[in-house]
Each structure stands twice: as C-alpha cells, then as structure tokens.
C-alpha cells in the first residue's frame, strides 16, 4: 500500500495507491483541526479532527487523490498538519497507510555570534563576582540531601557531577529558593535557608562542572517568580510515566518549579479515578473497537492511563527536584471523553449546534444536570487528595459560544439563579466547583475565561492562566485575581519554531522564536506587579504521536521560559542565542533514549 501527502497552499493532497483493489474504502484520519474533502471523496462522519472520508473503489497500482482542506481558514503550515494516523478501512478490514513524510521537528540551528561574556548559566544569576581564580574539578561531594538529589539527577541523565570537591552547607536568612554560593580553589560553600535554594546551588555547580574547570568567586541568586511553570498536555498524547521524569529533570536543570499536568481532556481522562474506573478505563485507548476514534493517534489502538500508584511516583519524582505537580482536571468544556462515558451529564433535550475549536459539537458538561455534580465532585475530591501541592486546577478555556443556551434544563437553572448568558453561567459553574476545592482545602486555579461572567467569575482566591496573550491577565489582575502568564504568542511551545514548511508545529498563535520566548514583560503594566507570581511554559500534543518528538520543540525554547522565569534583569536576544549555542541541554536528549 503506498500512501503520500503534500501540502500545496491550503490544499492538503493526498495520494493513495492501493496493492489490491479496494471497494468503496473509507479513508480515515485525525488532524490539527476539522477537515473538509474538496475532491476525491465525500466527508461522511467527523468527531473533532477525526475524519472518514468516503472513496470510490480503487484499483491496484492506480494512485488515487484525495485533496483536504482545514476548515475555520486553517492554512497547514508545515508537515505537523498533514493527516495523523492515515488508514483505510474496507469491509471491517483495517489498512494502515504508513506516512512517507519524516514525523517530528528538526533540531533548530543556532547562529554563532561567538562566546557569551559572563557565566555560561540559564537562568543567569543575580550577581557575581569572579576571583579571578578556577578551579579544575571531577565533581563534587557533599551530606545535604538537596546535594544527593542533584548527583542523583545528573546520574539518570548521565551527566558529570560525582567527585571530591567539597561542598559545604550553611543556614542563612535568604528567601525560598535564593542562595549564595562561594566557589575557592579549596571547596564550594552554600547559603540558604530552603532545601530549593540548596539544590538550585547544586545545580548551578553541576551546569559550571559540564562547561569546564569551575571558575572561582562569589554568586548571589534568587528568582523573581515564585511560579516557573511548564505544562504537558498528556490527554492528545500518552506519554510515558519515565518520559515525564525526564521533563521533571529538564525543568529542574533549568530552575523550574511547578509541572502542570494536562491529564484530562476531549480525547481522554487519563488518571485512575477509584469510584468512576468507566472514566479513564474507556478513555485510555482510541481508534478501532474503542470508545473515541483515532484521535492523534497511529492506526491500532494507542494509548494509556497514569494509575494513582504512577501519579504518586511522578509527584515523588518531582518533590526531590523542588517541583510541586499542578493537576489539572479541566471542566466544563474539552470535555468529550466524559461526556461518551456519562451522558446524562448532558441534557438530552439541548438542541444548540455549538461547536468548539477543535471541532467538537456539545463538548460542555451541563451544569443544570445532577449527574454532572456526581462527576465533577468526585474528580475534584479524588484528585485533591492524591496531589500534595493543594492546588487543583480547573480548566475553563474554550467553551463554545452559545453553550448551554439550547438547554431547557440550562435555561430553567439561568432563570433561577438570574443568569442570561453563556458566560454568565460558566462563571455561575466555576465558582460552585472552586468553592467545594477550597472547601477541600485546596487553592483553585483555572485558565483565563474563568473570570468572566456577571458574578465576577471564579473568586476564591483563584489563579488564573493567561494564555491568549496577556491582556485577559492584565484585566484578571486588576479584578483582584492572582495571575500566571502563558501567553502563547510566547510561551507555547507547540508552536512551530518558524514558518519553514519543513519545519514542525502548530501556528494559529505564532511562530515562536527561540528569541520570541524572551521578547515579552511578564508584568506589563507596573499597577499589577503584586498580582502576577509567574510565568510559564506550554505544550499541548495534538500532533504528538511519539513522546521523542517533545524534546526538539521544548529545546533550546525552554531556556528563554527559565530566563524569564528566574532573572529580573532581561537577557539581550543575541545573549540568548549566544547562551543557548554552548549550553550542555541543547539538544535536550533524555539518557534514557539517548
Ligand atoms: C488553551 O490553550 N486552550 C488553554
């Protein structure tokens, strides 16, 4: 079976050349968005992305072409966009169509603008002051724990750090994460008064230790942000339990603090659950026999579920790096995957057409039915009480316009609680569900839509994420809402790097430069300083089909997140560059595929 695609402007033309002749097959497929047919073949069904297409019968060795087009003015930008998981299936037979096209991103080159002047770190520290001495080293030894956690980091990623340079720990009243580090000929000695600042010591050691002989001299350091972020969306994609500890590492080796975990969303529920085991056990795999199709997925059914025993260990992984797990349960919308497993968590009688983004039609838990309360509660509880951090994270992005207004059950709630829009009731449902959080003792945190609607949204102390750039952050802050920024023009690292067709990614909110990561102010208005705790990286898997493929699109880009995330004063674009051209993580390949 041979099968090809190229893009040809906003065409998508796919070639098929059957080795047998086929009777009517269906050509079927997921993709970055809805697609439609505009010759070839009739579309016949579709669930988000997922897409059969009806061919006529094909005859062996005559090629056949198909040609797609994204709907909602997608233009495919590059390899990412064409078909994922292409298959035929003819008369109960499935017949996978292997894509000719290399899969995943290229690792980016680097220009050379010559050596960087200062210490060869990312994040770069607050101040130092060389000796002017250095000091040739093995590696280190030292009893502090944050110490046997960096040797034992730098062990799994087989980097050098194990030796008899002694390091020294002293108590000193500095902030959470901050140290001092003193580097002699004879030995190192570390200030702080934080297991976090101990370990970021270690780290900045092991990072000098990769670059050469460790100069000598005085360094201060402390974060700007309390919050340095980095999310997975690992609902579109299962990703492995150990590939996740090598993102924890990754983060760790760059100051990073908080892993938000996307476990949950229209194509999966992948967490084990104990009193709702239909959620994640029929949503874990996808495609033939399955609940929901081949979503971003290889024919045969792919996928997987993170078990609350897996959980604990990732979180245990992460608590020994100084990172706390955000999980992120993600309501009432991107919400497919629970709504084939419980519909009456929908009303029956709702005759609203909305479609979301991604091309799903009712995708909204419906707060007015009581089945959706069983669900939502029981999640929130179970999850809360597996995640030591205490914050829970909501979800609340992209409900589609106009949900809920076809609703009796919705409209007779509306009417009841003096609501008359879609907003109105998303911020109706938020804050029900953030006060039964805080009332479980956690702190609720949501993306940015969650601050809309005429009862002022969530509250309850809630942090919101501004993603779709940063004004909805701006505006957040000044309602009183503690605010992380993510704005994706800068911080989300599916993006495709550049608009090279050869290139890999998504595109419908930039092409994200290495430098793009560092050409924003976190704070853009000075009035809401207090209001914003951080800032972090995103990555969501739509076109994820193998876990390898995360490492060259987070990388070199997650320095510029860690610069931003820790530094005060900004790094020039070409220090970037300049610091990104020599650093020991780029290309970031995990020990364990290496
Ligand atoms: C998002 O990117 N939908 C938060």
């Not at 190229?6 to 097959?25: F, S």
């Not at 949900?403 to 409209?411: E, I, K, L, Q, V």
């Not at 809630?462 to 779709?468: A, N, P, R």
């Amino acid at each position: 079976m041979d099968y090809d695609c190229a893009l040809n402007g906003k065409d998508l033309v796919c070639t098929i050349t059957p080795d047998r002749d086929l009777a009517r097959p269906l050509f079927c497929f997921s993709g970055m968005a809805p697609f439609t047919a505009i010759a070839g073949g009739q579309r016949v069904y579709g669930l988000g992305s997922y897409t059969e297409i009806a061919l006529p019968d094909l005859r062996v060795g005559a090629p056949h072409q198909v040609v797609l087009n994204y709907v909602a003015g997608h233009n495919p930008a590059n390899r990412a966009w064409m078909p994922i998981g292409p298959l035929l299936r003819c008369n109960r037979e499935v017949i996978p169509l292997p894509r000719k096209t290399a899969l995943g991103c290229r690792a980016q080159p680097i220009p050379d603008l010559g050596p960087f002047d200062g210490l060869p770190l990312v994040p770069q520290p607050t101040s130092w002051e060389p000796s002017g001495q250095s000091v040739a080293v093995a590696g280190f030894a030292g009893s502090d724990p944050a110490l046997a956690a960096v040797a034992a980091l730098a062990a799994r990623q087989r980097l050098r750090f194990d030796g008899d340079y002694h390091v020294a720990f002293e108590d000193a009243d500095l902030p959470e994460d901050a140290y001092a580090l003193h580097i002699t000929p004879e030995g190192a000695t570390v200030r702080a008064s934080s297991y976090g600042g101990r370990f970021y010591a270690g780290v900045t050691l092991l990072s000098l230790l990769q670059d050469g002989p460790l100069p000598c001299g005085v360094l201060h350091d402390q974060p700007r942000f309390g919050w340095r972020g980095q999310h997975l969306d690992t609902a579109r994609h299962f990703y492995q339990p150990a590939t996740i500890c090598d993102l924890l590492d990754l983060m760790a080796l760059l100051k990073l603090n908080r892993f938000h975990w996307h476990f949950a969303d229209d194509e999966a529920f992948r967490l084990e659950i104990e009193c709702l085991p239909e959620l994640w056990q029929k949503t874990a795999f996808c495609g033939e026999g399955q609940l929901l199709p081949a979503l971003f997925s290889d024919a045969g059914a792919t996928g997987g579920s993170y078990s609350k025993d897996t959980a604990r260990m990732i979180i245990a992984h992460a608590k020994a790096l100084n990172i706390e797990v955000l999980p992120e349960i993600e309501t009432p919308a991107h919400a497919i995957a629970i709504t084939h497993v419980y519909p009456d968590t929908r009303d029956p009688a709702d005759n609203g057409a909305e479609v979301s983004v991604q091309g799903y039609q009712g995708n909204a838990l419906n707060p007015a039915q009581p089945k959706t309360w069983k669900v939502i509660d029981a999640i929130a509880q179970e999850v809360g009480d597996l995640f030591p951090f205490n914050h829970l994270h909501l979800g609340c992005d992209e409900l589609p316009e106009g949900t809920w207004m076809g609703s009796p059950m919705a409209r007779d709630l509306m009417t009841r609680e003096g609501l008359e829009t879609t907003q109105d009731l998303q911020g109706w449902t938020m804050a029900r569900i953030a006060a039964k959080v805080a009332q479980n003792g956690q702190r609720p945190c949501a993306w940015e839509e969650a601050a809309q609607g005429s009862n002022g949204g969530i509250g309850h102390g809630t942090i919101l994420f501004s993603w779709t750039g940063q004004g909805a952050g701006v505006a957040a802050a000044r309602a009183g809402y503690d605010v992380v920024m993510i704005p994706a023009q800068h911080a989300y690292f599916d993006m495709a790097h550049t608009d090279d067709p050869d290139d890999w990614g998504a595109s419908w909110a930039a092409f994200v430069s290495l430098t793009d990561t560092i050409a924003w102010q976190p704070v853009p208005e000075p009035d809401i300083d207090d209001r914003v705790i951080g800032v972090q990286g995103a990555f969501w898997s739509e076109f994820t089909t193998k876990d390898a493929q995360i490492w060259p699109m987070l990388m070199p880009r997650m320095l510029g997140l860690a610069s931003k995330a820790w530094q005060d004063r900004d790094l020039e674009p070409d220090d970037l560059i300049r610091l990104a051209r020599g650093h020991f993580l780029v290309p970031f390949v995990p020990a364990s595929i290496r």
